[in-house]
Nanobody, 124 residues
Framework: VQLQAYGGGLVQAGGSLRLSCAAS?????MGWFRQAPGKEREFVAA????????YYADFAKGRFTISRDNTKNTLDLQMNSLKPEDTAVYYC?????????????????????WGQGTQVTVSS
């Protein structure tokens, strides 16, 4: 499955952004990761699919929300109360070979497809 991410940009601290990811077909599990300059890619949030639940990184809980539309094969990431440390390239990821097991949902290597990334910059 091919992924296309949209919605990045520049926002002031405390502001909000909504990222969208469109998949070319159905994916069992979908998620968002991010990578800041000089840092490793890290998990943000994911939807396991088929009632398997949604999962968030600790830094995302209470501020970020993912929502999925299976009729459109999309996964959105609503980010509120943004902080400068949220500045990163955000990547959409998906797995179309099956639902990712719970123990692996936060692992980047569990996802087989990746979008091109969208830059999010939060100014202080």
């Amino acid at each position: 499955v091919q992924l296309q991410a949209y919605g990045g940009g520049l926002v002031q601290a405390g502001g909000s952004l909504r990222l969208s990811c469109a998949a070319s077909g159905y994916a069992f599990s979908m998620g968002w990761f991010r990578q800041a300059p000089g840092k490793e890619r890290e998990f943000v949030a994911a939807d396991r699919g088929s009632g398997g639940g949604t999962y968030y990184a600790d830094f995302a809980k209470g501020r970020f929300t993912i929502s999925r539309d299976n009729t459109k094969n999309t996964l959105d990431l609503q980010m509120n109360s943004l902080k400068p440390e949220d500045t990163a390239v955000y990547y959409c990821a998906a797995n179309d070979r099956g639902r990712i097991i719970l123990s692996a949902i936060r692992r980047a290597d569990a996802f087989g497809s990746w979008g091109q990334g969208t830059q999010v910059t939060v100014s202080s």
